[in-house]
């Protein structure tokens, strides 16, 4: 499938964080031993998709937030997609900076702040790598800039309206109102962790 591009924008130049330290407790035996973003998927691994959508938005750089079983994900990165960034890849285990490592997706970005501060970028895209689409991350840069906004989210639409309609709804300015029983949702699978946004977003970032 070819991949959307959008010649007449900017090469992307946010900081980029690549949360990767799922385990895919869904997948139950099938990540006992490599962690969700590297289960082999349509010829490749699952955090590919995610990966080569930053590559062709122009981002130079990733920082990747591991946890579980970063091992084999470590070194596919390492093997298949280091050159691919002008400034490089580096991986950031939970594991390896505190010994709880990380709480959650939110406190992956909050205990890499140090980074994000030192890269001096405006912009911070936070990715998540078992994302199974093809996206240009420089529309969404492009249109977050022209919004305004300080915190855009991704949201993709599905095919059936009703069964969106159970968990989100998208005003007239595009503000997400999220259900109910969403949040019981994500109460219900993750009880000891805050409700964080599930897809990509932006934040503008402000020191």
């Known amino acids: 499938m070819p991949f959307p591009s959008f010649p007449s924008l900017p090469t992307a130049d946010a900081f980029c964080i690549l949360l990767a330290g799922g385990q895919g407790t869904r997948l139950h035996e099938l990540t006992l031993s490599e962690c969700k973003p590297a289960m082999p998927f349509a010829g490749g691994k699952l955090v590919d998709f995610t990966i080569a959508n ?57 205990a890499n702040l140090a980074e994000i501060a030192a890269s001096c970028a405006e912009e911070i895209l936070v990715l998540s790598a078992d994302h199974v689409c093809q996206m240009d991350y420089r529309a969404m840069l492009e249109s977050h800039r022209a919004s305004g906004a300080t915190i855009p989210d991704g949201l993709v639409i599905g095919a059936d309206p009703d069964e969106d309609q159970r968990w989100f709804r998208v005003t007239r300015d595009g503000t997400v109102l999220v259900t109910a ?17 599930p897809l990509p977003f932006l934040s503008t970032h402000s020191s």
Not at 181 to 197: I, N, Q, T, W
């Open 181 to 197: 029983a969403m949040l019981d949702r994500y109460r219900e699978e993750r009880p000891r962790l805050h409700l964080v946004p």
């Open 54 to 110: 930053a590559m062709r938005s122009g981002l130079p750089q990733l920082l990747v937030a591991t946890q579980y079983q970063p091992a084999g994900l470590t070194r596919h990165l390492q093997i298949e997609w280091l050159h691919q960034f002008p400034n490089g890849i580096e991986t950031r285990d939970g594991y390896g900076l505190r010994p709880e490592g990380y709480r959650g997706t939110a406190d992956a970005v909050r």
